[in-house]
């Protein structure tokens, strides 16, 4: 039976709900619904003109509704009269493909077809800056290595005790909080659940983040590379394929020749995302900024932590992916910029294919990637800007028809003007490197 929202709100103390979707820059959008008209929104939806949020969709559309899904409820720890709920686009009575969360439920449909389940956890790093936006919050965090420095961590304890707190509150199953490795960076990680459920969680996080910090007079940020002499932020996400009833990892095998501990259909869903990483960065690294992360030089702290060609290893974080224990393995490329769903939805897309073709990833590689610095000659390497990697993705034909022509045509018709809006402003750089030509 379907949970009746209104009686929920009258058993919780909820007065309103945000009805929210994420468009496809990542961006999440809500109202704010009263109780009194939550059924009615329940079943309906709640209107929205797509044009003034970045869909593709012109002023002359008619209305889109975002049908909430109340299974994602979650009462807002700090404001407990308020209930959000992620949304599915719906327009003329058809689910809007090119629409982030649909897209994503899309390609779950096709795991469970083949009779799989996808698990995902993810690690979202963030800094903690002033609310200027001009630098981090703490002035006395300056360490050239200031990784777990417990007297940072323990500095901003107001914030990360009020965000962890929150978390066990809400069953998410927190287990560690720690600065990470930038000046005024840090990162929480949760338990790891169904696909669906971790890409609602991230997106509320993130909101959950920003206005925690807010609430303690700062700012939080999840752009990629917010500071030029230090580490970005990454999103890490840990993929793992269990049986419909979640009993058993296929992605885990006691037998493996390679001994990571990983499963053939394991390899092969790597595989299928090696095969299109380049392309798949469109998605995974989706801004500008993101391109200053991936391919970085070295930091201030000796290490970017972050790709920049595309290979695998065991337990060596230096690799795009790592696989770090038996039955799963961890994806380094996307960044704090990502869409929750369409990065999971990209995921989700080449894996299957790689299963689906056999894809090989071939041996592991056990190096330094860091020490060979600029001498990748031997290596795939990722894209150096977004229109490379959009140019990538407009045309892989894998992509086109798995995600679906719609979600790709959308996207890059979006991003590509939003490269053409960069490209139009002078910068100091050219000004200081070419008004004497
Ligand atoms: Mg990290």
Known sequence: MTTKLSEVASKRGIHYFLISFVDLFGNLRSKLVPTRAIDDMQKNGAGFAGFAAWLDMTPAHPDMFAIPDPDSLIQLPWKKEIGWLASDLWMDGKPVEASPRVALKRQ???????????KAGVECEYHLI????????????????????????????????????????????????????????????????????????????KFMVKSIAELHGLRATF?????????????????????LEGSKNLFHSADDSRSLGLSNLAYQFLG??????????????????SYKRINAPRTLSGASWSPSSITYSGNN????????????????????????????????????????????????????????????????????NLLDALRLFQDNEILR????????????????????SYTSHLTKWEMDNTLDC
């Open 223 to 243: 752009m990629p590379k917010p500071f030029s002499h230090l580490t970005g932020n990454g999103c890490h996400s840990h993929l793992s394929i269990w049986n």
């Open 108 to 118: 779950i449909n096709n795991a469970e077809k083949l009779g799989f389940r996808i």
């Open 272 to 289: 299928g995302i090696m095969h299109s990483a380049d392309s798949l960065t469109a998605i995974f690294n989706p801004t500008i900024n």
């Open 317 to 384: 974080r230096t690799h795009m992916i790592r696989v770090p224990d038996d039955g799963r393995f961890e994806l380094r490329l996307m960044d704090g910029a990502a869409n929750p769903y369409l990065m999971q939805a990209g995921i989700i897309a080449c894996g299957l294919e790689g299963i689906e073709t056999n894809r090989d990833p071939g041996e592991p590689l056990d190096i330094n990637m860091y020490e060979l610095d600029d001498d990748l000659k031997d290596y795939k390497l990722l894209p150096k």
């Open 130 to 205: 002033n609310s200027e936006g001009t630098g981090i919050a703490d002035e006395q965090d300056k360490q050239s290595k200031p990784c777990y420095d417990q007297q940072s961590l323990m500095r901003q304890y107001p914030v990360i005790s009020q965000i962890c707190d929150s978390m066990i509150e809400l069953g998410w199953g927190p287990y560690q909080n720690d600065h990470e490795d930038a000046n005024g960076q840090f990162e929480m990680n949760w338990d790891y659940d169904d696909v669906l459920i971790t890409a609602d969680r991230h997106v509320f996080f």
């Open 401 to 420: 028809s798995r995600l679906g022509e719609d979600l790709v045509d959308s996207y890059t018709k979006l991003k590509y003007s939003q490269w053409d």
